[in-house]
């Protein structure tokens, strides 16, 4: 199993820019299938972004494309989310999750994860 933990969250105008990294341990993110999930209070977990670490394929949902990226970090151990042209409905308690078996028709899932960290708070304000 692989831990994660979030860093990067905060407080940021609209217009702003963030990087969220997410760092593994216990095992490296080779295999692995890492995804990036976002809840506002009161709402659903929505998925934000994905990259497949073999391949390196990304992929970004519709709300985020062109202005959010995510990558692989410099180490094994590492997936990083910039985020750009931050808007107020961004706000939300950002996820890391990560998966050694999930299928490309799922990794928009949030169910088909098995680990997940524990959040990092992202606010933008207006």
């Known amino acids: 199993q692989v831990q994660l933990v979030e860093s990067g969250g905060g407080l940021v105008q609209a217009g702003g820019s963030l990087r969220l990294s997410c760092a593994a341990s216990g095992s490296t993110f080779r295999n692995y299938a890492i995804g990036w999930f976002r809840q506002a209070p009161g709402k659903t977990r929505d998925f934000v972004a994905a990259i497949r670490w073999n391949s390196r394929n990304t992929y970004h949902a519709d709300s985020v494309r062109g202005r959010f990226t995510i990558s692989r970090g410099d180490t094994q151990n590492t997936v990083h989310l910039q985020m750009t042209s931050l808007k107020p409905e961004d706000t939300a308690v950002y996820y890391c999750?990560?998966?050694?078996?999930?299928?490309?028709?799922?990794?928009?899932?949030?169910?088909?994860?098995?680990?997940w960290g524990q959040g990092t708070q992202v606010t933008v304000s207006s």
């Open positions: 999750a990560a998966d050694a078996t999930i299928i490309l028709s799922s990794i928009r899932n949030p169910d088909q994860y098995d680990n």
